[in-house]
């Protein structure tokens, strides 16, 4: 039986982290149509699942793999958009965010209260801010 998948399997791509990404996707499509019970979202999420199975099977290695990596570039400036804001969120106590007003680089200031003097440390402009 594992003998018989394995030879149906070689030569053909397999899983990645964009069908694991597509299978979540159908999956919570489907709780979600569980409330909305909208034929659109069961059509969507039929041509997800179709998408993962297709691109499990197929043959064409060398494209699987340029769609995962174009995927995981996507993921990953996702994941630091998060962690951005989570960080922002953890310490907004004891830091301000700004943009310079030079090259728009995000700083992070301390908070101290009053007018101070900031030089980016991208661009080397100097300004003040009052916080
Ligand atoms: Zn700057």
Redesign the pocket.
């Known amino acids: 039986m594992f003998d018989r998948l394995r030879k149906f399997m070689y030569g053909r791509y397999g899983s990645d982290q964009l069908n694991t990404a597509l299978v979540v996707a159908a999956v919570a499509l489907s709780f979600v149509n569980i409330f909305a019970r909208s034929l659109v979202i069961y059509i969507i999420q039929l041509v997800i699942m179709a998408f993962a199975v297709y691109r499990m099977f197929s043959r064409r290695i060398q494209t699987r793999l340029r769609e995962n990596k174009a995927f995981l570039s996507v993921w990953e400036k996702i994941k630091l958009f998060f962690v951005r804001i989570k960080n922002r969120f953890k310490d907004r106590k004891t830091h301000v965010y700004m943009?310079?007003?030079?090259?728009?680089?995000q700083?992070r200031l301390q908070r101290i209260k009053g007018e101070h003097g900031v030089k980016?440390?991208?661009?080397?402009?100097e300004f003040r801010v009052k916080i």
């Open positions: 943009k310079c007003p030079t090259c728009k680089a700083l980016c440390p991208k661009c080397g402009a």
